[in-house]
């Protein structure tokens, strides 16, 4: 089994331990809206539709560190790390430009349950792959 493969299996376990909760917050959404046209995938030559995980994530291995973030951004962190400590659900209607299809983690890792990205794009073609969100 990948990593891949590793990693989805035990989010879903986890998930079925305990739903997440929704995100209602519109300013959330706002901070959505702003950021992910950023994202890679958006600026393919074929882009059409992008594909968003439903289900939250944060790659805690790849948030900074350093003294400055351990003092004077202290409180961001630590309301950082609070909001992130659970995985929460994301809600169609509140993202609409670019237009988002919002895609459980368990329809993206079957897609991808080959390892091969043709299936996937097959389900989800002009997508430029699929984007994942922090709390």
């Known amino acids: 089994m990948t990593r891949l493969g590793i990693a989805m299996l035990v ?7 305990s739903p997440p909760t929704p995100i209602v917050d519109p300013e ?5 809206a702003a950021a992910l046209p950023e994202e ?3 600026k393919t030559s074929d882009f059409e539709r992008a594909v968003l995980r439903q289900e939250t994530v944060t790659n805690w291995q790849c ?3 350093g ?8 409180p961001v962190m630590d309301s950082f790390r609070r909001e992130n400590a659970a995985v929460r659900l994301l809600q169609a209607g509140f993202l ?4 988002f299809r919002l895609v459980p983690v368990a329809e993206i890792s079957s897609a991808l349950a080959t390892g091969d990205w043709r299936t996937f794009y097959e389900i989800y ?3 430029g792959g699929y984007v994942e969100a922090s709390n």
């Open 63 to 65: 948030i900074a560190t």
């Open 40 to 42: 890679w995938s958006f």
């Open 125 to 127: 073609p002009h997508s």
């Open 28 to 32: 959330a959404y706002a901070v959505y």
């Open 96 to 99: 609409t430009d670019p237009p």
């Open 67 to 74: 003294k400055v973030l351990e003092t004077d951004w202290k």
């Open 11 to 17: 989010f879903t376990v986890a998930a079925l331990a």
